[in-house]
C-alpha cells in the first residue's frame, strides 16, 4: 500500500458510484470495492444463454434529478433520460387501460375518472414537491438539531404551510400516512387504473394496497417523476456514473469483497477482504444493507446491545422475484397494438387482486394470481437479444423471501405458473420461451447481498423511514461507529433509482462533523 | 423452573431453605423477593444484625437471580456486557460488575464467578434474561437461567469462617476473598465463594436444592457451640448500607424499567465509576459514557452522615440549611455499632461539585405526632464500616 | 317557550358529559334523543326477562376520573369495580392468563416463556411511557396546525414541550410506536406465539385493520392508557351495566337543572345566516338554541342532519372521506347457569376477567382477510367477559350474563345483511366459544346478536363504529375529525362536536364531551365548568 486513500465505499450499486463520484469531485482520495465483476448492482445487466441481455433487476427508472446531473457531469460521461414509456394496465379480456405522462385513456373508462385523473396526479406532485426538502437533504434530528437540520424542517414547513396552501396542507396531513387503497376508492371508479396506481404504491414492498403507509411509497415513487417520465433503465446510468467516478480521481476495483470491517476503539479504519487482504482509510461507506454492514461487517459485538437488536429487527423481506424470459420472437398480448408492446405493462387488474396475491406472501405462500410488471427491453434496444428474438423481464409480485414447503422444491413449479398466466394475456408467449431465469428473493440475497431479497434494503414503511432510516442512531448516514457511514437504499430517502442517499450520504460526510 | 396450571394458588414461591425458617419465625414478617418467600425479619432485628457483626448469621439467597454463561465466546460476551475488564478475572474467581444500556444508564449489577473456563454464572439483583439475550447477538454463548436450580446461602460474621468448619466444611481456611472453592459439606458437594453483602467476613454457599436443608441442618448442628442467627432482610439492609453497598432498584431506578426520562442512571452518578473501564474495548454503553466523562458530573449518589439519630428514610437534602433543594436520601440506617445515622442520598451537583454544606429535612413522628427537624449532613467517601478481620486469609479462628 | 341556550343531539355518554358541564356552567339545556333510552352506546338494557345487557360498550376504563369527580357521578350512583384478569384459550388445551397479582402473572409468563417474563417488565416501562404521553393530551384542544394565532402557537409550544421531555431515541421511538403495527411492535418484546396474540388483541378492537397493519400499535394504548383508581390499564365493571355511566351522567346534568327529550330524533341543524340556530326534530317540531352540539359521528353531522348549503366547499366531502370503516360485531347473551371452561383448573380467577379464544397471529390476521373481503372472521377474535360473576344486578341468582365483543364482522356482507346472516355470524361466535366451553350451548337462553347494521340503525354509530371513526394516525390529534376541525367548532357559528369523533377520540372516556364544553364555554365567554387534569408527574 503506497497511495493514501481517505474514502473506502464498499459496494459499487448506483448509489455507491453516486457517492464516489460526488466525494472525488470534492477531491478525497476514493477507493470504491465491488465484490462483482462490474459496476451497477442491482442496476447492472445481466444475461442468460450468453445471447440474451436484460437490464438488471431494475428495468425501468424515472432520470436521475438535474441536480445529481450536474453536480457530476453526467451528461458529459453519455448519460441522457431514455424515451418516455406509458403504463398499460393490462385486462383479460384486451380491455387494457393506458396510464401516460399526458392522462389516461382505455376502453371503458369512465369520463370523471379521466379527469379525475389530471387533478389527482397534479395534487400529488404538488405534495411530492413540497416533501422535496426532507428527501434531498440528511434527516433531521428531532433534538440537537444542526444548521442544516433547521432549515431543512423550516423549509419544509414552508411548503408544506404556504407552498401548499392551508386546505392542500390539511388534505396532506390526513393522507400522508395512509393508505393508497382508501385515496383512490375516494378518486376514481375504474378497477384498472385504481390497480395500476396501486401497483406503484407496492411493488417492492411487503404492503398491500390496504396497508396504511402506501401514500408514502407512492409519493416516493412520485419524487422520481418529478426528473422526468418513467422510461426503460439501461446501462447508461452505470457507465456514466463510473466514468464521471474514475474521471474525478476514484478507483473502482472489481472482485473485492469486503468481508470485514476493521475497528478499534470504536473507530473504524479500513477494510479486510475476502483473502485477508487489508485496505486502510480514515473513512469507510457503505452502500451494502444496512443489516449485512452492521451485522455482518461490523458484527454486534462492536455495537451497542439494545442497537444490535434493532439492527437485526429491521423488517425488509423482499416480496418481487424476477422473471427473465428469452423468447424466440415476438410476443403478442391480445387487445395491444404493437405499438405499445414496448411500454410497462401490468398485470393488477385491480386493487383487490393485489390485496388477494399479498395477502398470500404474508403466510408465506405464494399467490397463484402474482401482481405482474412486464417489459420487454429488446424493443428499446435490439443489441439485447440475436435477431428477432427479443427479451421480456418481468417483476413478480408478490413472491415470498421464505416458501411454505420450501423453495428448492417449487422454484421451477412456480416460475411455469407465471409463463403460463402471462400466457392469459399473451396467447403465443409460452411457444417463444427459449430460456428463462426466475430470481427468487433468495436468489436476489445471493446475488446482491440484499438482506432477504429486499429491494430497498428494508421495507419503506413510515416507521422505517425518514430520521428512522434504516435505524435511529444510524438515520444521518452515520454509525455508532466513528469513521463509518451508510450510503445505500437502506438510507433515506430509500429506494429506486434516485441516487440520493448516495449523494445526501456524500454531503453528510462532507458536512460538519463528517470527515473529522 | 417447571410451573403447572395451578401455580396460582401460590403467588409467591418458597426456597428449600423455607421450612427451616417457618420453624424459627417469631415473628412471621414475610416479604416477597423476587416472587419468592422471605423473612423479613426472623426473629429479633438488633439480634440478627449483630449476628453478622459479632457471629454468625445466616441468610437464604436462593431468589438472587443467577445465569450460567458459558461457550467459546463467554468471556467476549461477559467483556461486551459489563463495564468491569474481564479478561483479568480467573478461575475461580469473584468480581463485582454493573452492565448498561446504550444509553450509559446502569440496568442492574452483580457479581460473575468464574467457575472455569469458559464457564461463568452471574449473579443479578433484578430479571435479567432478556437483556443477556438481547447481548447474546452475535456472540458463541450458551445462557441459562438457574436462579431455581441452585440454592444458596449467604453465612457472615466474624465467626463464620469458624462455623463452617465446625460444621464439617474443610480447606477454607485458604480461601482468599472473592476467591471460590468446589468443596464438600460431609459428604455433600457445596461451592463456596468468599463473597457476601454484609461488609463483614462471610461466605456463600451454592449447592443443589436437593441437598439444601442438609446443609443447613450440618450448619445450625454446631449450634451450641457458636452464636448462629437465621436472619432476615431488615438486617441485611442495615449493614450493607454500614458497608456501602448499592442496591440498584432502591437507591436508583435500574434502566429497564425507568418510565421518565433522567430517572435513570449512569455508573459515574451512582459512584461506581471505579468498575468502569473505557479502555478495554467496546462494551455497551461505552460511547454514552464516554460522552458523559466529557462533561462536567451533574449528580452523584453519595454516602452521607447525618447529625443526630432522627430516622432519616425519606428527606429531602439541601445546599445549607433553609438553602436549595439538591438531593433527596434513598437509603438510611441507624447503625447500631458506629452508633450515627447513615445514608444513600442521590445529590445535584453545583458547578460540577457536590455542594458544600449539605443539610437534611427530616420529618419524624413522636407519639403519632410529625415533627421536624434540620440536620447537618457530612459526605464519606469509604464505605462507612470496614471490620479490618474481614480480608484476613487465614481469617480468625474462633 | 322553547328556548334554550344549548342543545346537545344525542344522549350519549359524551353528549351527556358535554351538557352537564354546559348546565354546570349555569347554561339552560335540553338534550335530545332519538331512542326512548339515554346513553346511546353506553346502555343496560334488558333485553330477556331478568337479565340487563349492556349491549354496546362493556367494560370501563377510559372515563376520565376529573370528570367523574367534576360531575360527582360517585352520588349519582356511578361505581366502578375492577376487572383482574385477561387470558387467551390456546388451541392445544392450555392458555395463557394475565393475572393482576404482579407475581403471579410473573410465574405464568414464566410458564410460557422465561424470556417474556423479563421482557414485560421493558415492555411495560415503555408502554407506560406512550401512555402518559399521551394522557397529557387528553384533557386539552388540539392546536389547529393551519393557524397563526396565539393560542395555538401556545398549544403547539406545550405539545412540543412535552414530546421533548423524552429523550432524543424515546423520541424515535415514539414515532416508531406511533406508525408500527402491533405485531411487529410486540415482536421487540416477545417471542412466545400465544403471549404475542394475547396482547396484540386490543390493538384491533374496534379498528379496520389487522395485527400487522401499521398504526395498530397506538390503537393498544385506547385500551392501555386508562385507569381503575390509579391503576394504569386496568379495566372495570361499572356496577348495573355501562348504563350507569349513562344514568349517573344523566342524573347529574338533570340536577343541574338540564333537561332530556327522548324519542326525539333531530332531521336538521337549522342554519340562518352562517349561524346555528337550532334543530328541528323529525315530528316536525323546531326547538331553538343559541348552541347545536352534536355529538353525533363527524359522517353523520355533516352528512345527515346539516344540510349542503350550510357546510363550506370540500367539508361534505371530507366528511365521507372520514374513515369511519365498522368492523365489529357484538352477541349479548343470557345464560342459564356459570359455563364450564375444562382448560380451566376449577378455581381458576381466570373467568372473572377477558377472555378471548385467539392464540396466535396468524389467526388474528386471517381474521381480517376475512374482513377486506366483505366476510365475517370465520374464526374470528372475541373479547368475552361474564360480568354477572361481580354484579347480582346483572341477571337472575345463580344465571349469567355473557357480553363478546366480536372482531370482525363487515359493514355489509355480500349482497347485503339479513337476519339470517346476522345469525349464522352468532353461530359463528357461538360456536367459537363452544370449542372451549362443551356445556356452553346448552346454558345459552338468548342471544342479542349485533352486527355493524343493528349498531347504525338501533345506535346511530355510522357503520357500527364504536370509535365514531378509526383511531388511526391520520385521524388524530389535530386531524380528527379532519384538519381544521379538530377544536370542537363546526363549520357555522354556533355548532360544535362533541363526539368521540372529535379529539381524542373513542372509549367511554368523556373526554371529548368535557374538551367541547370548555370551547363552547371560551366562545360564550362563560367560566369555565370543566375540570383540569389531574396532574400526572
Same mark, same amino acid.
Given at each position: ?253 472489481? &472482485? ?18 475476502? &483473502? ?231 454531503? !453528510? ?8 | ?7 396460582? !394458588? ?32 426472623? +426473629? ?56 448498561? $444500556? ?37 456472540? +458463541? ?143 455497551? *454503553? ?113 | ?91 392445544? &388445551? ?51 396546525? &393551519?393557524?397563526?394565532?396565539?393560542? +395555538? ?77 390509579? $391503576? ?41 345566516? $352562517?349561524?346555528?340556530? *337550532? ?200 386531524? !380528527? ?57
Amino acid at each position: 500500500m503506497t497511495e493514501r486513500i481517505d474514502v473506502i465505499i464498499i459496494g459499487a450499486g448506483h448509489n455507491g458510484l453516486v457517492c464516489a463520484a460526488y466525494l472525488a469531485h470534492a477531491g478525497m482520495k476514493v477507493l470504491c470495492l465491488e465484490s462483482a465483476d462490474s459496476a451497477g448492482g442491482m442496476s447492472a445487466s445481466r444475461s442468460i444463454s450468453d445471447d440474451y441481455h436484460f437490464p438488471g433487476l431494475a428495468h425501468v427508472a424515472h432520470p436521475l434529478s438535474r441536480a445529481i446531473r450536474q453536480d457530476l457531469k453526467l451528461d458529459k460521461f453519455g448519460y441522457t433520460p431514455g424515451k418516455a414509456i406509458d403504463t398499460v394496465s393490462l385486462d383479460v379480456d384486451g380491455k387494457h387501460l393506458t396510464i401516460g405522462s399526458t392522462g389516461v385513456s382505455g376502453e371503458g373508462l369512465p369520463a370523471r375518472d379521466m379527469s379525475a385523473y389530471a387533478e389527482f396526479r397534479e395534487r400529488y406532485l404538488a405534495f411530492a414537491k413540497a416533501v422535496r426538502p426532507l428527501f434531498e437533504n440528511k434527516p433531521p434530528r428531532l433534538k440537537d438539531m444542526d444548521f442544516p437540520d433547521k432549515t431543512a424542517l423550516v423549509r419544509l414547513g414552508w411548503n408544506l404551510r404556504m407552498g401548499l396552501g392551508r386546505e392542500s396542507m390539511y388534505e396532506f396531513l390526513r393522507v400522508a400516512a395512509i393508505n393508497i387503497y382508501d385515496v383512490l376508492n375516494e378518486a376514481f371508479e375504474d378497477d384498472r387504473l385504481k390497480g395500476a396506481i396501486a401497483t406503484d404504491a407496492v411493488m417492492g414492498s411487503a404492503m398491500g394496497p390496504r396497508t396504511p403507509g402506501t401514500v408514502l411509497t407512492w409519493l416516493q415513487r412520485l419524487y422520481g417523476e418529478q426528473s422526468g417520465p418513467l422510461s426503460m433503465q439501461s446501462g447508461q446510468l452505470v457507465n456514466a456514473l463510473t466514468q464521471s467516478a474514475e474521471h474525478a480521481g476514484a478507483k473502482l476495483r472489481f &472482485g473485492a469483497h469486503v468481508e470485514k470491517i476493521l475497528i478499534e476503539n470504536g473507530k473504524a479504519f479500513g477494510v479486510e477482504l475476502a &483473502g485477508g487482504e487489508m485496505l486502510k482509510a480514515r473513512i469507510i461507506i457503505s452502500n451494502a444493507d444496512p443489516r449485512a454492514t452492521l451485522t455482518s461487517l461490523v458484527g454486534a459485538p462492536q455495537l451497542d446491545a439494545m442497537f444490535a437488536n434493532r439492527v437485526a429487527q429491521i423488517r425488509g423481506s423482499g416480496v418481487v422475484a424476477k422473471l427473465h424470459l428469452a423468447l424466440s420472437g415476438k410476443p403478442e398480448f391480445t387487445g395491444l397494438p404493437e405499438s405499445q408492446l414496448g411500454d410497462r405493462l401490468l398485470v393488477a387488474p385491480s386493487m383487490k387482486y393485489i390485496e388477494h396475491a399479498f395477502n398470500h406472501s404474508k403466510y408465506n405462500e405464494c399467490s397463484g394470481s402474482p401482481v405482474l410488471e412486464i417489459t420487454i427491453p429488446s424493443l428499446h434496444d435490439n443489441s439485447l437479444a440475436p435477431d428477432s428474438h427479443h427479451v421480456m423481464s418481468v417483476n413478480v409480485a408478490f413472491v415470498p423471501y421464505e416458501l411454505e414447503g420450501g423453495w428448492a422444491e417449487q422454484q421451477s413449479t412456480i416460475a411455469y405458473k407465471v409463463i403460463s398466466q402471462l400466457g392469459q394475456y399473451s396467447p403465443n408467449l409460452k411457444s417463444l420461451v427459449v430460456d428463462h431465469e426466475f430470481l427468487t428473493p433468495r436468489d436476489i440475497e445471493a446475488e446482491f447481498h440484499a438482506v432477504h431479497g429486499h429491494w430497498h434494503h428494508g421495507e419503506l414503511s413510515i416507521h422505517q423511514s425518514f430520521m428512522m432510516r434504516p435505524l435511529h442512531g444510524a438515520a444521518q448516514y452515520d454509525t455508532p461507529v466513528d469513521g463509518l457511514f451508510l450510503c445505500g437504499a437502506g438510507c433515506h430517502p430509500g429506494g429506486g433509482l434516485t441516487g440520493l442517499p448516495g449523494r445526501n450520504a456524500a454531503r !453528510r460526510v462532507l458536512g460538519p462533523g463528517g470527515a473529522k | 423452573m417447571k410451573f403447572d396450571h395451578t401455580h396460582f !394458588r401460590q403467588a409467591l414461591l418458597r426456597t428449600p431453605f423455607h421450612d427451616r425458617f417457618v420453624e424459627l419465625s417469631t415473628t412471621e414478617e414475610w416479604m416477597a423477593w423476587n416472587t419468592y418467600k422471605v423473612p423479613r425479619v426472623v +426473629d429479633k432485628l438488633p439480634t440478627e444484625y449483630f449476628a453478622v457483626r459479632s457471629g454468625c448469621a445466616v441468610m437464604d439467597l436462593t431468589p438472587m437471580e443467577k445465569y450460567r454463561i458459558s461457550g467459546r465466546g463467554a468471556r467476549d460476551y461477559l467483556d461486551r456486557l459489563v463495564t468491569r475488564d474481564i479478561s483479568k478475572l480467573k478461575a475461580g474467581r469473584v468480581t463485582y460488575v454493573v452492565w448498561c $444500556n446504550d444509553e450509559g444508564k446502569v440496568i442492574d449489577d452483580g457479581t460473575v464467578f468464574q467457575l472455569g473456563e469458559n464457564d461463568y454464572r452471574l449473579c443479578a439483583q433484578h430479571h435479567q434474561f432478556d437483556w443477556l439475550l438481547m447481548s447474546a447477538r452475535g456472540f +458463541d454463548v450458551d445462557i441459562q437461567v438457574e436462579t431455581h436450580d441452585v440454592a444458596a446461602l449467604a453465612v457472615q460474621g466474624p465467626t463464620s469462617w469458624s462455623v463452617l468448619a465446625a460444621a464439617g466444611i474443610s480447606n477454607l481456611e485458604q480461601l482468599k476473598p472473592f476467591g471460590i472453592a468446589d468443596l464438600r459439606c460431609g459428604d455433600i458437594p457445596v461451592t463456596v465463594s468468599r463473597t457476601g453483602y454484609t461488609g463483614d467476613l462471610g461466605y456463600e454457599l451454592w449447592m443443589d436444592p436437593a441437598n439444601a436443608l442438609q446443609v443447613w441442618d450440618a450448619i445450625f448442628s454446631v449450634q451450641g457451640q457458636y452464636d448462629i442467627h437465621a436472619m432476615g432482610l431488615s438486617a441485611l439492609e442495615m449493614v450493607r448500607i454500614e458497608a456501602g453497598f448499592i442496591m440498584p432498584g432502591f437507591d436508583f431506578n435500574t434502566a429497564e424499567a425507568t418510565i421518565r426520562n433522567g430517572y435513570d442512571r449512569s455508573p459515574f452518578e451512582v459512584g461506581l465509576g471505579w468498575v468502569v473501564n473505557l479502555d478495554k474495548g467496546h462494551f455497551t *454503553g461505552r460511547k454514552a459514557l464516554l460522552a458523559e466523562k466529557s462533561r462536567p458530573a451533574k449528580r452523584r449518589l453519595t454516602k452521607i452522615v447525618v447529625d443526630g439519630n432522627k430516622p432519616v428514610g425519606e428527606a429531602f437534602i439541601y445546599d445549607g440549611k433553609n438553602g436549595k433543594q439538591t438531593g433527596e436520601i434513598k437509603c438510611a440506617t441507624w447503625s447500631p455499632i458506629l452508633k450515627a445515622n447513615l445514608a444513600l442520598a442521590d445529590i445535584e451537583f453545583i458547578n460540577g461539585r457536590l455542594p458544600a454544606q449539605l443539610w437534611a429535612r427530616i420529618d419524624y413522628q413522636r407519639e403519632l405526632k410529625w415533627h421536624s427537624a434540620w440536620a447537618e449532613c457530612h459526605s464519606h467517601s469509604k464505605p462507612f464500616y470496614v471490620p479490618e478481620y474481614r480480608s484476613a486469609t487465614p481469617p480468625m479462628r474462633y | 317557550m322553547n328556548n334554550y341556550d344549548a342543545i346537545v343531539i344525542g344522549a350519549g355518554h359524551n353528549g351527556l358529559t358535554n351538557a352537564a358541564f354546559l348546565a354546570k356552567a349555569g347554561m339552560r339545556v335540553l338534550v335530545v334523543e332519538k331512542n326512548p333510552y339515554v346513553g346511546g352506546a353506553t346502555v343496560s338494557r334488558e333485553l330477556h326477562a331478568g337479565w340487563k345487557y349492556s349491549n354496546c360498550s362493556y367494560v370501563c376504563s377510559l372515563f376520565r376520573p376529573e370528570i367523574y369527580n367534576a360531575l360527582d357521578l360517585g352520588r349519582h350512583g356511578l361505581k366502578v369495580i375492577p376487572l383482574v384478569s385477561s387470558m387467551t384459550f390456546k388451541q392445544d &388445551g392450555d392458555y395463557f392468563g394475565s393475572y393482576s397479582n404482579p407475581n403471579i402473572r410473573r410465574h405464568e409468563l414464566m410458564r410460557h416463556s422465561q424470556r417474556d417474563a423479563d421482557a414485560a417488565i421493558r415492555f411495560d416501562a415503555d408502554v407506560m411511557r406512550w401512555c402518559r404521553l399521551i394522557r397529557g393530551f387528553l384533557l386539552r384542544t388540539p392546536p389547529d396546525p &393551519g393557524s397563526f394565532r396565539p393560542r +395555538d402557537a401556545f398549544e403547539f409550544a406545550y405539545l412540543m414541550k412535552k414530546f421533548h421531555e423524552l429523550s432524543e431515541s424515546q423520541l424515535y421511538e415514539f414515532i416508531r410506536f406511533f406508525t408500527m403495527s402491533i405485531a411487529e411492535y410486540l415482536e421487540n418484546y416477545f417471542e412466545n406465539e400465544t403471549i404475542l396474540a394475547h396482547y396484540s388483541g386490543g390493538s384491533i378492537i374496534g379498528t379496520g385493520l389487522g395485527v400487522y397493519s401499521p398504526g395498530t400499535a397506538y390503537v393498544l394504548l385506547h385500551h392501555a392508557m386508562g385507569d381503575v383508581d390509579g $391503576n394504569v390499564g386496568a379495566w372495570g365493571f361499572a356496577r348495573g351495566g355501562m348504563g350507569a355511566v349513562s344514568g349517573a351522567l344523566a342524573s347529574s346534568f338533570q340536577a343541574y337543572g338540564g333537561e332530556i327529550r327522548t324519542d326525539a330524533e333531530v332531521v336538521n341543524i337549522n342554519v340562518s345566516g $352562517n349561524r346555528a340556530t *337550532g334543530v328541528e326534530l323529525a315530528s316536525g317540531e323546531k326547538l331553538s338554541a343559541r348552541v347545536v352540539v352534536s355529538n353525533l359521528d363527524a359522517k353523520r353531522t355533516f352528512t345527515k342532519v346539516m344540510n349542503e348549503k350550510d357546510l363550506p366547499p370540500g367539508l361534505l366531502q371530507r366528511a365521507r372521506n372520514f374513515k369511519i370503516r365498522g368492523s365489529s360485531g357484538k352477541l349479548n347473551i343470557a345464560l342459564d347457569g356459570m359455563p364450564t371452561f375444562p382448560s380451566l383448573p376449577k378455581d381458576s380467577s381466570l373467568t372473572l376477567g377477558h377472555m378471548h379464544f385467539t392464540d396466535t397471529l396468524g389467526r388474528l390476521e386471517k381474521a381480517y382477510d376475512d374482513w377486506k373481503d366483505d366476510r365475517w372472521s370465520a374464526d374470528p377474535y372475541c373479547d368475552t367477559l361474564i360480568p354477572s360473576q361481580y354484579d347480582p344486578s346483572l341477571a337472575p341468582p345463580g344465571k349469567h350474563m355473557m357480553t363478546v365483543f366480536v372482531q370482525y364482522c363487515p359493514v355489509e356482507p355480500e349482497g347485503g345483511w339479513t337476519d339470517e346472516k346476522r345469525d349464522q355470524f352468532g353461530q359463528t361466535v357461538i360456536d367459537q366459544i363452544a370449542d372451549y366451553s362443551p356445556d356452553f350451548k346448552d346454558l345459552l337462553l338468548h342471544a342479542e346478536i349485533r352486527t355493524p347494521r343493528e349498531l347504525e340503525d338501533e345506535v346511530g354509530l355510522t357503520e357500527g363504529n364504536i370509535f365514531q371513526g378509526e383511531l388511526t394516525f391520520d385521524q388524530l390529534m389535530f386531524n !380528527r375529525p379532519f384538519p381544521g376541525y379538530a377544536q370542537y367548532r363546526g363549520p357555522v357559528k354556533g355548532m360544535y362536536m362533541c363526539g368521540s369523533s372529535t379529539h381524542p377520540g373513542g372509549g367511554v372516556m368523556g373526554a371529548p364531551g368535557a374538551n367541547a364544553a370548555r370551547e363552547i364555554l371560551r366562545d360564550l365567554k362563560k367560566p369555565d365548568s370543566t375540570p383540569a387534569e389531574f396532574s400526572d408527574d
